[in-house]
């Protein structure tokens, strides 16, 4: 009996192996269709922006460092945010919540220690614009191994991280901020911005030392700063890093490349995955050409020593700043007296300024303006898309009135999406006792997200379309298609090699029972499923008739299993 049962034993179990190596099976006993992951996707990438002094804080005992005590304008002073603040936001799930695949922080490096007055009361380097000492973090903003932590947390999540980088200018000068010697900066004259001259080759305020990035002449290094690093004990370890990557570059010793290795560096230890370049139209365009060689080497490194951390195949992206570059002006931005393509000089983006007049205009003549330009002229790159930032006084909604209107345009129009922090919790753009840029950087909102109905109902939508975003880089990088004008609908279609994504999209409908064509999007007897609501529907005829409360749909493939 037992010989007989062992045997009996044996010949199910062979059949179920046969069974399960051949048809899968759902409980439904249907088979199970297999998908593939959605890449990442640069182009159709879903970017947040955030000052890092003004996110988060996650460290309250470098609130206060480098005895920053004076009392300063309104929001010009350091607020408390830091990076260990946008490490515990990584964590929590904020990002994941809103769909973003991409954060962009501003500049986290050593800042002048004083404060300066440029007609708004005193100010300190809280914005990470005004560079001290490339090579060190800022104290208030957190340490070197917070920073790794940071990288570290944001790609378990599918995050990438885009560093700011700053290379036209230093900081300015003060009592104990040296200025740099005049054969690395010039301090006159002050640009007047009427031609490429008096563009790069100039200052872009008083008192803001410009590097000469278009010097040819070896030059030392500043004497303050082989002080302060003798003094911090590292003069040796920095000094044979620069020996060797001017021995292996074979590069001059020139302002430029000093910095470019410093940025770099950034990449090779700790894996970032992008630059945006910081007032990239006042420097020499060469400049940036040679940092995008730089950074693709870096990360190249680190992707060798790194193989297990390794996100995907995806090349290191820059993101150019050329202040008033609009999507209209195609590869080109004009000087008046000449043009540059900054895009075959170092970047795969640019910001577009433009996208937040166009944004007042209806939804199919952004998308398919947007989807036009962005699979022709600059098919190959990608542009920014903002509607709010830190530094334009002009936002396409600064009283907040619009912000489920400005979630619809920014995150379903073709291109990058830069969300500025705050946008989908209408963050007050809007701070009375301030003056100039500081309007726009007040801290961020946690409480009102906490407790606000309203910000509650913005903030919801935001994360429903940014998902939708992320979950679909036809969203951003594919093909747009107008289906019908009444209700409004239209499609976006993206491949790449053997991934196919496809989408379809309805705006301003009724609320309640609504019609929707699909066809030729999504076949007969297909289900599909409607992000936005949840709600499932099955095609039939060439159209998907579902029942939402919603004046919005967002169709997908219904995933199987």
Known sequence: MKK???????????????CSGTKPVTENNTPIKKTKKTPFVWEGANVYFLMTDRFNNGDRSNDITLNRTKT????????????????????????????????WFTPVVEQIHDAVDEGTGLSYGYHGYWAKDWTALDPNFGTKKELAELVK?????????????????????????TVWPNYWVRTNPVCDYKNYQNT???????????????????VDLPPFLVEKWKKEGRYEQEMNELDAFFSRTGYPKTPKYYIIKWLTDYVADYG??????????????????????????????????????????????????????????????????KKINYFKNGFNNMINFEFKWDAQKDYEFIFSKYSDRLNNDLKGYSVLNYLSSHDDGAPFDAKRTKSIEAGTKLLLSPGLSQVYYGDESARPLVIEGTNGDATLRSFMNWKDIKSNPETKKIL????????????????????HTMISDTPYTFSRTYTKGTFTDKVVVGLDLSTGKKEIIVAPIFEDGSRVRDAYSGKEAKVSKGKVTIRTDFDIVLLEMRIKG
């Not at 036209?168 to 003060?174: A, F, I, L, R, S």
Request: hydrophobic share 35%; aromatic share 10%; glycine share 10%.
């Open 4 to 18: 007989k049962s062992l045997l009996l034993i044996l010949s199910v179990l062979a059949f179920c192996v046969s």
């Open 72 to 103: 300063t304008g309104k929001l010009r002073g350091f607020e408390g945010g830091d990076i260990k603040g946008i490490t515990k936001k990584i964590e929590e799930g904020y990002f994941d919540k809103l769909g973003i695949n991409a954060i």
């Open 153 to 177: 947390k944001a790609h378990a999540r599918g995050i990438r991280i885009i560093l700011d980088g700053v290379i036209n200018h230093t900081g300015p000068v003060t009592e104990i901020d």
């Open 200 to 218: 790069t080759t100039c200052t872009l305020v008083a008192n803001l030392p410009d590097i000469r990035t278009e010097s040819t002449q070896n």
């Open 272 to 337: 970032i995955d992008g630059y945006r370049g910081d007032t990239v139209k006042h420097t020499d365009e060469t400049v940036w050409a040679d940092f995008k060689t730089q950074c693709d080497y870096s990360f190249e490194t680190w992707k060798k020593k790194n193989p297990t951390k390794v996100l995907d195949n995806n090349s290191f992206y820059t993101i150019a700043e050329v202040y008033n570059y609009g999507i209209s002006g195609g590869q080109d931005f004009d000087f008046g007296d």
């Open 460 to 479: 919801t939508h935001w994360r429903k379309l940014g998902k939708f975003r992320k979950n679909h880089p036809a969203v951003g990088a594919g093909i």
